[in-house]
Protein backbone atom coordinates (compact mmCIF):
# COMPACT_ATOMS: atom_id res chain seq x y z
CA UNK A 1 0.00 0.00 0.00
CA UNK A 2 1.93 3.56 -0.92
CA UNK A 3 0.07 6.94 -0.24
CA UNK A 4 1.35 10.54 -0.40
CA UNK A 5 0.40 13.80 1.76
CA UNK A 6 1.47 16.79 2.21
CA UNK A 7 0.99 20.48 4.25
CA UNK A 8 1.74 24.00 3.96
CA UNK A 9 3.79 25.22 7.34
CA UNK A 10 3.75 29.08 7.47
CA UNK A 11 7.44 28.73 8.59
CA UNK A 12 11.14 28.86 6.95
CA UNK A 13 12.24 25.65 5.80
CA UNK A 14 15.51 25.64 8.07
CA UNK A 15 13.64 26.12 10.78
CA UNK A 16 10.52 23.37 10.16
CA UNK A 17 13.37 21.00 9.59
CA UNK A 18 15.20 21.88 12.62
CA UNK A 19 12.50 21.23 14.88
CA UNK A 20 11.38 18.29 13.29
CA UNK A 21 14.62 16.79 13.72
CA UNK A 22 15.15 17.84 17.56
CA UNK A 23 14.10 15.01 19.80
CA UNK A 24 13.40 16.96 22.28
CA UNK A 25 10.12 18.12 20.37
CA UNK A 26 8.53 15.46 19.19
CA UNK A 27 6.77 14.35 22.27
CA UNK A 28 4.83 17.60 21.71
CA UNK A 29 4.17 17.23 18.49
CA UNK A 30 4.27 13.41 17.67
CA UNK A 31 0.39 12.36 18.81
CA UNK A 32 0.96 8.53 21.13
CA UNK A 33 4.51 8.74 21.37
CA UNK A 34 5.74 6.85 24.25
CA UNK A 35 9.46 6.14 23.73
CA UNK A 36 11.89 6.93 20.73
CA UNK A 37 15.67 6.07 21.61
CA UNK A 38 18.23 5.09 19.50
CA UNK A 39 19.41 1.88 19.72
CA UNK A 40 22.89 2.30 17.54
CA UNK A 41 23.94 5.69 16.43
CA UNK A 42 22.80 9.67 16.86
CA UNK A 43 18.85 10.34 16.91
CA UNK A 44 17.97 11.42 13.21
CA UNK A 45 21.37 10.10 11.47
CA UNK A 46 22.00 8.78 9.07
CA UNK A 47 22.12 4.92 9.53
CA UNK A 48 20.62 5.06 13.42
CA UNK A 49 18.31 2.14 14.64
CA UNK A 50 16.07 3.47 17.18
CA UNK A 51 13.40 1.63 19.44
CA UNK A 52 10.28 3.42 18.86
CA UNK A 53 6.80 2.87 21.20
CA UNK A 54 3.38 4.34 20.19
CA UNK A 55 0.07 3.96 22.28
CA UNK A 56 -3.50 4.52 20.65
CA UNK A 57 -5.84 3.87 23.58
CA UNK A 58 -4.98 0.58 24.92
CA UNK A 59 -3.19 -0.56 21.74
CA UNK A 60 0.64 -0.38 22.28
CA UNK A 61 2.87 -0.91 19.07
CA UNK A 62 7.27 -1.42 18.96
CA UNK A 63 9.20 -0.72 15.99
CA UNK A 64 12.72 -0.32 14.73
CA UNK A 65 12.95 3.07 12.58
CA UNK A 66 16.32 3.03 10.58
CA UNK A 67 17.34 6.41 8.97
CA UNK A 68 17.97 5.59 5.53
CA UNK A 69 18.08 9.00 4.40
CA UNK A 70 19.22 12.75 5.76
CA UNK A 71 20.38 15.26 3.14
CA UNK A 72 21.86 17.49 4.17
CA UNK A 73 23.58 16.36 6.85
CA UNK A 74 23.88 19.67 8.41
CA UNK A 75 20.20 21.55 8.95
CA UNK A 76 21.81 25.28 8.94
CA UNK A 77 22.33 27.59 5.94
CA UNK A 78 20.12 25.03 3.19
CA UNK A 79 20.65 26.71 -0.25
CA UNK A 80 17.14 27.80 -1.20
CA UNK A 81 17.14 25.98 -4.18
CA UNK A 82 17.73 22.39 -2.53
CA UNK A 83 14.97 19.95 -1.43
CA UNK A 84 15.43 18.64 2.13
CA UNK A 85 15.08 14.79 2.56
CA UNK A 86 14.41 12.48 5.28
CA UNK A 87 13.52 8.48 4.76
CA UNK A 88 13.14 6.19 7.32
CA UNK A 89 12.01 2.83 7.93
CA UNK A 90 9.96 1.37 10.13
CA UNK A 91 9.42 -2.90 10.67
CA UNK A 92 6.95 -3.95 13.59
CA UNK A 93 5.31 -7.06 14.19
CA UNK A 94 3.65 -7.81 10.92
CA UNK A 95 4.74 -4.53 9.33
CA UNK A 96 7.31 -2.90 7.37
CA UNK A 97 6.73 0.84 6.45
CA UNK A 98 9.05 2.99 4.97
CA UNK A 99 8.40 7.33 4.64
CA UNK A 100 10.25 9.70 2.11
CA UNK A 101 10.60 13.39 3.50
CA UNK A 102 10.63 16.22 1.28
CA UNK A 103 10.70 19.60 2.32
CA UNK A 104 10.66 22.84 0.24
CA UNK A 105 10.45 26.56 -0.38
CA UNK A 106 6.71 27.39 -1.20
CA UNK A 107 7.97 30.45 -0.14
CA UNK A 108 9.84 33.00 1.98
CA UNK A 109 8.20 31.99 4.93
CA UNK A 110 6.18 28.80 3.54
CA UNK A 111 7.69 25.07 4.10
CA UNK A 112 5.95 22.50 1.53
CA UNK A 113 6.20 19.13 3.25
CA UNK A 114 5.20 16.12 0.75
CA UNK A 115 5.39 12.34 2.56
CA UNK A 116 5.61 9.52 0.47
CA UNK A 117 4.82 6.15 2.95
CA UNK A 118 4.70 2.66 1.80
CA UNK A 119 3.77 -0.09 3.82
CA UNK A 120 3.95 -4.04 3.69
CA UNK A 121 2.11 -6.64 6.02
CA UNK A 122 2.74 -9.94 7.16
CA UNK A 123 0.63 -12.51 8.75
CA UNK A 124 -3.22 -12.65 8.10
CA UNK A 125 -4.26 -10.19 10.61
CA UNK A 126 -2.28 -7.21 9.58
CA UNK A 127 -2.99 -7.98 5.70
CA UNK A 128 -6.39 -7.99 6.71
CA UNK A 129 -6.38 -4.27 8.59
CA UNK A 130 -4.04 -3.09 5.51
CA UNK A 131 -6.82 -4.30 3.18
CA UNK A 132 -9.99 -3.07 5.03
CA UNK A 133 -8.57 0.03 6.68
CA UNK A 134 -5.75 1.49 4.10
CA UNK A 135 -7.26 5.16 4.64
CA UNK A 136 -6.74 4.92 8.33
CA UNK A 137 -2.71 4.92 7.38
CA UNK A 138 -3.30 8.03 5.46
CA UNK A 139 -5.33 10.01 7.93
CA UNK A 140 -2.80 9.31 11.19
CA UNK A 141 0.12 10.26 8.58
CA UNK A 142 -2.16 13.57 8.06
CA UNK A 143 -2.82 13.57 11.72
CA UNK A 144 1.03 14.24 12.66
CA UNK A 145 1.69 16.70 10.14
CA UNK A 146 -1.35 18.60 11.24
CA UNK A 147 -0.20 18.14 14.51
CA UNK A 148 3.74 19.26 13.80
CA UNK A 149 1.99 22.08 12.06
CA UNK A 150 -0.01 23.62 14.97
CA UNK A 151 3.18 22.39 17.31
CA UNK A 152 5.47 24.66 15.38
CA UNK A 153 3.01 27.82 14.06
CA UNK A 154 1.43 28.46 17.54
CA UNK A 155 2.73 26.09 20.17
CA UNK A 156 0.09 23.65 20.37
CA UNK A 157 0.90 20.49 22.73
CA UNK A 158 -0.80 17.64 21.29
CA UNK A 159 -0.60 16.51 24.88
CA UNK A 160 -2.28 18.75 26.46
CA UNK A 161 -5.25 17.57 24.01
CA UNK A 162 -4.96 13.88 25.07
CA UNK A 163 -7.44 12.41 27.71
Do not use: C
Given at each position: ??????????LPREQVVQLLADPAQMPMWLR??????????????????????????QQKFEATETITRREPADLHEI?????????????????????????????????????????????????????????????????????????????????????
Amino acid sequence: MKYTVSIEIALPREQVVQLLADPAQMPMWLRGLVLHEPLDGVHGQLGTKSRVVMQTGQQKFEATETITRREPADLHEIPAASVVHFEREIVGKGMWSAAREQFTEAGPDTTLWVSENEYRFDGVLMRLVGLLMPGAFRKQSLQHMQDFKAFAELGTDVRESQG
